[in-house]
């Protein structure tokens, strides 16, 4: 296993049980759908996973894009929502080729970490060419330098606790301390930004960000940022 989008397509150890990953999905919808400005606003969700509750999403706006580099995942997501005419699944390469200013929010979470910091200024810069005058970029999910993975650990825990899985994620966390994702966040690593280093970076890349007041997702230790374009973007 050479990077992260063939771990995320292969069958791996990320979630503790089907619990685990359907209360995480499902908490990411209602974050996503707090961020869609209305009903008719076209969304992005770029990187977006399996995103089991896209359907959700979907129904809280006009039209939900989800775009995936992973071809397995992908090929699931084309087969789960092939029926939903609000749903499209698209590769990253084909957003190069959307119409400009066609976008009104574009999620991505926890989707940075895993990416090279050039690679995530590529990603801002499509970005920031598809989004609307006025539309939002929700960057969500990003690691601290100062937050190691035992507040990752303590989080998972937190949350099994408040909903009953914890004995699984017991066991989910030695099984992945044993798995490829070990072997990986040790040898291709995990990006980590302080929020004055996103701020810059997202500055740069021709957005006026803010950081919110609570992070997309279960993980309090992580932040998220919320980013219009800059005046004079396009």
């Known amino acids: 296993m050479n990077d992260w989008i063939d771990y995320y397509d292969s069958t791996h150890t990320i979630y503790a049980s089907k619990l685990h990953r359907d209360l995480h999905f499902a908490g990411l ?7 869609i400005p209305s009903p008719d606003a076209v969304v992005l969700d770029y990187s977006c996973g399996e995103a089991l509750s896209a359907a959700k999403v979907a129904e809280a706006c006009g039209m939900l894009i989800l ?15 092939a029926p939903n005419t609000k749903i499209r699944v698209r590769a990253l390469e084909e957003l ?6 066609s976008i009104d929010l ?15 200024d590529v990603a801002f810069a499509v ?11 929700v960057l969500g999910d ?11 650990v303590l989080a998972l825990l937190m949350f099994a606790s408040k909903h009953g899985f914890l004995r699984d994620a017991l066991v989910g966390l030695v099984k992945t301390a044993l798995s490829d994702y070990r072997e990986l966040r040790t040898k291709v690593g995990l990006q980590r930004y302080s929020e004055k280093d996103m701020l810059t970076k997202l500055t740069k890349a021709g957005f006026n960000p803010v950081r919110a007041p609570k992070n997309i997702g279960h993980n309090r230790w992580r932040t998220t940022f919320v980013a219009r374009l800059a005046l004079g973007g396009s």
């Not at 190069?96 to 200013?101: Q, S, V």
């Not at 574009?106 to 995530?120: D, G, H």
Request: aromatic share 4%.
């Open 29 to 35: 919808a209602r974050d996503i759908i707090s961020y």
């Open 67 to 81: 775009a995936e580099p992973a071809p397995g995942v992908r090929g699931r997501l084309i087969a789960r929502f």
């Open 96 to 101: 190069r080729n959307m119409p400009e200013g």
């Open 106 to 120: 574009v999620v991505m979470n926890s989707v940075a970490q895993y990416m090279k910091p050039e690679e995530l």
């Open 127 to 137: 970005i920031r060419r598809l989004l609307r005058p006025n539309g939002r970029l």
């Open 142 to 152: 990003i690691l601290r330098p100062e937050v190691g993975m035992p507040r990752d």
